[in-house]
């Protein structure tokens, strides 16, 4: 997905069904920045305790807890869940009009090909 | 007779200063070329955190890469970790954001991509996408 775009595309090799990947990637689209980190990251890490299932926005491929984990070690994608803290992070460059409205993102219109490249004319 | 030789030492003089400046000048220029895309650069599988959108962008107008040739924007942006093809056009992919287990990117986890498009040679679109 775009990093705060309104365009992307999603592999079909990827479980989209059962896991959270769509949700994951709409959160790239909301312009998603993690707070916590001192860098700029579009991804962020949790899920590090047994209490706390990882965040929308953890990476696949993060280390997490056992709990949140698959056989490898590896965060396993069907544990993601959105939390106050995504909320908090999609919206911390928002700028509110005095009537509520903001601007998440932007619309760039983009067209991908089916080889996931961005179609240039 | 006496004046001449001193102008003429004074010619001299002048040409030595001129020719030494203009090598401090392109030394100058090189260490700013340096300091300017080195974090790009020495973060080469994209797992420090250094390359992003926006320094990207910066190199991008510092070095006038708008549609120049591939070569040119590989002198400033380094190897590419990925190069793709999409019919006639070349995309030069750079990795951002990436997971590294002992200096080596973890290669099922999410990234981070930018994403240059050379057509014809020239740099025509970029992109920045994450997984």
Known sequence: MQDGGNAGFLSTQDDLAGSTTASHENGHGLVYRNESNTV??????????????????????????????????????????????????????????????????????????ENGAKKTN | MEQRKQIRLLQFFLFFLIILQSCETKEKKETKKLEINQNWISDSLGCLNKRNENLAKKMILKY???????????????????????????????????ICTNNSINESSDKCYARFYFGKNRLIDQDYICE
């Open chain 2, 64 to 98: 006038k890469l708008k549609r120049s040739s591939k070569e040119k924007f590989i002198n400033f942006f380094g190897k590419p970790n990925d190069v793709e093809k999409d019919g006639n056009v070349l995309i030069l992919v750079y990795y951002l954001q990436t």
């Open chain 1, 40 to 113: 700029d990251t579009a991804h962020t890490i949790s899920g590090q305790d047994e209490k706390t299932a990882p965040s929308i926005m953890t990476a696949r491929g993060a280390k997490v807890n056992s709990k949140w984990s698959d056989k490898s070690g590896k965060m396993n994608p069907n544990t993601r869940r959105v939390n106050n803290a995504d909320v908090n992070n999609m919206l911390r460059n928002v700028r509110f009009t005095k009537s509520g409205k903001g601007q998440i993102g932007r619309t760039t219109n983009t067209i991908y090909t």
